[in-house]
């Protein structure tokens, strides 16, 4: 049995679009990962310090912010609006709230993390 061009562009094309969907899959896997375990570090951050109001609304804004992200990434839909959104919303709870040196640390990694997961994706 031969294969005519057209059928082999064909296939490499298929395989192709299947292979970019495997590795956004991945991707996709991979965000989700980094959300929770930046959720994780939010929660151990809010469960050090009895917080006051202003604190524990940023908690909550950033945390929202995320779970919307990862609802849309769970959809297939990367949403830079929303993750920019939370990373605005994370910033404000590293430079405002008060952390445990180790917390302001993990916040900080999780912070540059989300960029450059952010600006992989432009």
Do not use: C, P
């Amino acid at each position: 049995m031969t294969l005519s061009r057209r059928d082999a562009a064909r296939g490499i094309f298929y395989s192709l679009v299947a292979g970019s969907a495997l590795l956004s899959a991945q991707e996709y896997g991979r965000a989700r990962d980094l959300v929770a375990h930046v959720e994780d570090d939010l929660q151990h951050a809010q469960d050090f310090y009895h917080n006051n109001d202003k604190e524990r609304d940023r908690y909550r804004d950033v945390r929202r912010k995320l779970s919307e992200f990862d609802r849309d990434l769970r959809a297939g839909h990367f949403d830079k609006g929303k993750l920019d959104s939370a990373i605005d919303d994370l910033k404000e709870v590293v430079r405002k709230n008060t952390l445990e040196v180790r917390d302001r640390d993990a916040l900080a990694a999780d912070l540059s993390d989300l960029r450059t997961m952010r600006d992989e994706r432009r």
